[in-house]
């Protein structure tokens, strides 16, 4: 045997030590599963948060953040309309007016923030 001839038959005889790809069978379920994992942390976090009642919120006017049971003394009823704690005034008609099903105020503000902008405003038996 020549020496190349041995070379090529002690190569032969190590063991393969590349990884071995894993077939698509492998890859196509496990893609499928984490975009569901994927499209359903999506859905999490899209949900709104219940208020304190356990009823939710709309997603439309709450991100998780944004909505808050407010005391009755800090909603002011005048001619124009509500006066929410930020002083913005929404109007009784204003499509962000919500019936509160708990015959609480509850405020939705931008980021839940004292002075940021109102999203929705749940009243008392009074909403649209």
Known sequence: MTRPDREMAAWQDKPD?????LPASFWIPLAILIAFALFALLMVAAKAHD??????????????????????LAIHEGPEGYTVPSGEVIAYGSPK?????????????????ETGK???????????
């Open 17 to 21: 030590r590349r990884p071995k790809r």
């Open 51 to 72: 208020a304190p009642m356990g009823w939710a919120y709309s997603t439309a006017c709450c991100s998780g953040v944004d909505c808050r049971e407010v005391d009755d």
């Open 97 to 113: 007016v919500k019936d509160s099903p708990d015959g609480r105020f509850h405020w939705c503000s931008y980021q839940g923030s």
């Open 118 to 128: 109102t999203i929705c405003l749940y009243v008392p038996g009074r909403g649209s």
